[in-house]
């Protein structure tokens, strides 16, 4: 006996990760200063891919020990001079004493630089301990109070949603990140993270703790896993074992690793901006493609002038 033909049923079709996106979200890149003329062209080359997108800002840092001070200058100046995204400089603690910091503090803000990323910074000898300059500033927060003494300076700080590694636990990196606050930042950027979670659980712990600053998290495209585990052990950064899996046998493939890189970090955005995200600061590490694809995937598209 044959049995009645049962009436198909739609499925739901599911929604697309970024199907929401809608490009309302603000972007932030950050680059690196060249160590050569090569690598100047190159970083000059992402700036201009990038600066179509119109991004909050642009920000330059610095080698370890502040080594690359003076290419950092001369880098934030060029964006300053030759283009009109808002350029924001890094300044440490490190290997300097507050009159030298004000100083190049006080030559920012006179070639137009009215943003500055203030850091600790590391030492420059890989593991060493972190000791402050006898007459500079002791860390982050005083560099924040100085900086505003100096001039009105828009100022953001890192933070570390997996608590940085030097912290003696999760509530002690709060009140650091609280006394930058109060002494002045107006945004913190998170260091890299690879789980979405690990982000938006560290957005209500900072809210639940009444501390009133605009989080914003760093997003790095990772196309070298060994590169990137190196820079996690500086920073406090978990690497999930699933992320070696999947670069594991392209190491002479590099289109195919920058394929899942953008892959793997736009879906990260995705959820991000499912959580309540709207402005993405990414670790360019000078690559621009990388960037450029996930903000498409955001619904950020490139403003051409008239």
Not at 129 to 149: C, E, I, N, R, W
Request: aromatic content about 8%; overall charge negative; glycine content about 8%.
């Amino acid at each position: 006996m044959s049995r009645p033909a049962l009436a198909a049923v739609p499925l739901p079709e599911p929604a697309p990760l970024f199907a929401a996106a809608k490009g309302d979200i603000a972007v932030s890149f950050e680059f690196f200063p060249p160590k050569t003329e090569k690598m100047a062209e190159v970083l000059w080359s992402s700036v201009q891919t990038l600066a179509p997108l119109r991004p909050q800002f642009v920000s330059v840092t610095y080698g370890a020990g502040g080594s690359t001070r003076e290419r950092t200058h001369a880098t934030v100046e060029r964006i300053v001079r030759e283009t009109d995204l808002p350029a924001a400089a890094h300044l440490t603690c490190v290997n300097a004493c507050r009159d030298e910091i004000n100083t190049i503090a006080r030559s920012y803000w006179d070639s137009g630089v009215r943003h500055i990323v203030a850091l600790r910074g590391d030492p420059p000898e890989e593991g060493a301990t972190y000791q402050p300059h006898p007459d500079g500033y002791a860390d982050a927060a005083a560099l924040v109070a100085g900086l505003k003494h100096v001039a009105p300076f828009e100022i953001s700080v890192a933070c570390y949603p997996e608590v940085h590694p030097q912290a003696s636990c999760a509530a002690g990196d709060l009140d650091n990140l609280r006394r930058k606050v109060d002494a002045g930042a107006d945004r913190a950027i998170s260091q890299f993270f690879f789980s979405p979670e690990a982000f938006l659980r560290f957005r209500d712990r900072v809210a639940a703790a009444k501390i009133d600053v605009e989080l914003v998290p760093g997003i790095l495209p990772v196309s070298n896993v060994g590169q990137t585990r190196k820079f996690a052990g500086q920073c406090g950064a978990g690497i999930p074992e699933w992320m070696d899996g999947i670069f594991e046998g392209l190491d002479d493939q590099p289109t195919a690793r920058q394929l899942i890189a953008a892959t793997v970090a736009a879906e990260l955005c995705g959820q991000l901006y499912a959580g309540g995200v709207r402005h993405f600061h990414f670790y360019t590490l000078n690559r621009a493609e990388l960037a450029y694809a996930i903000c498409h995937l955001l619904g950020v598209r490139a403003k051409v002038a008239a």
